[in-house]
């Protein structure tokens, strides 16, 4: 038998942790009132037959990611762009982490401490993109642009545990996984 891959021993190792209990717990208090509300919300339909919070998570990194090869390849012409879209990205992170908190008021055991460390880490990203964006509105684009990179960063590794839910663990799925449709 194969052993697991690193990344997958990484997401079960969070799914095990003490620490990624004590992340939801906390989680659980800050955000209950809101996730109690967005899951009666259209964020939480099962209109698609899965999850809204997959799609929506595409255009809130997709912002993210442009303002940084923006940053990295478009020179000074590029700032007023790459602003922008770190604003557009900030922006869509909030119907996206609404969507994602209302998923994650679903789910209980590895999967729900997944999820809570997967949103430490969104929220830590939304976080570090604001900053950018006001960095960026104050003048300060290289800073902007450095925070850009790290929040890109952090969102890559929650976008992996957010991706793993999902797809290895099917808890995007709004209909039975016999569905043929």
Same mark, same amino acid.
């Given at each position: 038998m194969a052993s697991k891959s690193l990344p997958q021993r990484v997401a079960r190792a969070v799914g095990e942790s003490a620490v990624a209990e004590r992340i939801a717990r906390a989680q659980e208090l800050a955000y209950g009132p809101l996730t109690e509300r967005m899951q009666r919300s259209p964020l939480h339909s099962d209109v698609l037959g899965h999850s809204l919070h997959p799609p929506l998570t595409d255009v809130t990194t997709g912002c993210w990611?442009?303002?940084?090869?923006?940053?990295? !390849? %478009?020179?000074?012409?590029?700032r007023r762009a790459s602003t922008l879209l770190a604003g557009f990205g900030v922006l869509a992170s909030l119907p996206t982490a609404f969507a994602g908190a209302a998923d994650w008021a679903d789910l209980s055991g590895p999967e729900r401490?997944?999820?809570?460390?997967?949103?430490?880490?969104?929220?830590?990203?939304?976080?570090l993109f604001t900053s950018s964006l006001v960095a960026r509105l104050r003048g300060n684009h290289? !800073? %902007?642009a450095k925070l850009a990179l790290a929040g890109n960063a952090v969102i890559a590794g929650a976008g992996f545990l957010g991706g793993h839910l999902a797809l290895h663990r099917g808890t995007a799925r709004r209909t039975p996984a016999a569905d043929p449709d």
């Open positions: 990611l442009s303002t940084s090869l923006l940053d990295l !390849t %478009g020179g000074s012409g590029s401490r997944i999820g809570a460390v997967h949103a430490l880490g969104a929220d830590t990203a939304i976080l290289r !800073t %902007g």
